[in-house]
């Protein structure tokens, strides 16, 4: 049931690109369709906000989308909307179309600037978690997250190959800035011998003195997956030559995956995912809902109050460390 008047929303991508946004903006479309309520695209996040890069939006103009990786919608980062000058422009140009409520779609960063606008403006906007990082505070996964992990595994399969072929170790550098669940997940999921990650600091002379003991039970070739924000505090060159010097027994090589991770078409989880959260989105609208993301919590749809969920550190799993270093021994 209706419990506010929302007649027209607005739906934007921003911050970087997750697989599985299309399949989100595709069901906040049709949701919208379904309660009988008009749906605007906004291009390129929030700097289409100010400059009024609007589409209309139907059933029928999302079609053939849900399988596709990226957004149509484009996304970019918005200096601009920073500023007050910027969000008084974008709210000028809501008002125009008569948006009544907006609804966004990205990370931590994205939320931020979804409820500064919120706040000052008195506009409902509701948050959909979009990153591969799964870092977002309140929801047990973000969409993109899965694809992500099925791609590096994949990668991580192929490189071992090479690995095994050539008795050489493998340094592979994955995505995670702040967080560790992709190189934790993937490295369980691929067999790597070692996994560093930001949450736990290893610290070189325990990775060197563990490669040493590998290297005297017979392992002649041995995969680490590195999260970009691993606590070693050196990138990982660096860490290769420490290695190499340690360890010239070792043919030591650098794979960096970087944006592929990114990239291609979303895993069926994560395309019932968004599909989800983009109707979970709109029904909290209708409920009179504002300034809060939609996530899951033990695969129950949940309302995160945006002061809770932005800035907020999601723990690492201590299980599955634990899981790691007994099935990489």
């Known amino acids: 049931m209706r419990t506010n008047h929302i007649h027209k929303i607005a739906v934007l991508t921003s911050g970087g690109d997750s697989p599985g946004m299309n399949a989100a903006i595709r069901a906040v479309v049709r949701n919208a369709a379904y309660q009988k309520i008009d749906c605007i695209g906004v291009y390129r996040g929030y700097q289409g906000l100010i400059e009024k890069d609007f589409i209309n939006l139907d059933a029928r103009s999302v079609k053939n989308i849900i399988n596709r990786g990226g957004t149509f919608l484009k996304s970019a980062r918005s200096k601009d909307f920073k500023t007050e000058e910027g969000q008084k ?7 125009e179309e008569n948006i009544d409520a907006l609804v966004v779609i990205g990370g931590d960063g994205t939320f931020t600037g979804a409820s500064f606008f919120s706040k000052a403006h008195d506009i409902p906007v509701i948050g959909i978690p979009a990153t591969i990082d799964n870092d977002i505070h309140g929801t047990d996964f973000t969409i993109g997250y899965d694809t992500a992990l099925n791609t590096v595994v994949e990668a991580i399969d192929k490189i071992r190959d090479t ?12 995505m995670g800035r702040d967080a560790g669940d992709i190189a934790l997940n993937s490295g369980i999921g691929a067999g790597a011998e070692e996994i560093l990650i930001p949450e736990e600091n290893m610290g070189i002379e325990r990775l060197i003195d563990s490669l040493r003991r590998s290297r005297k039970s017979g392992k002649t070739s041995s995969i680490i997956v590195v999260s970009e924000g691993d606590q070693i505090g050196q990138n990982i060159t660096k860490l290769s030559d420490d290695i190499q010097t340690n360890l010239p027994e070792y043919e030591v090589k650098v794979t960096v995956l970087g944006h592929i991770q990114r990239g291609g078409s979303p895993s069926c989880y994560d395309r019932v995912l968004a599909s989800r959260l983009g109707v979970a989105a709109v029904d909290a609208l209708l409920e009179g809902y504002s300034n809060v993301m939609v996530g899951t919590r033990q695969k129950k749809i949940v309302y995160v109050d945006f002061d809770k969920t932005i800035g907020g ?3 690492i799993d201590k299980e599955l460390i634990r899981v790691a270093d007994i099935v990489s021994t």
């Open 89 to 95: 422009k974008a709210f000028q140009h809501l008002r």
């Open 163 to 174: 690995a095994s072929s050539h008795d050489r170790l493998f340094l592979i550098e994955v």
């Open 313 to 315: 550190k999601k723990k």
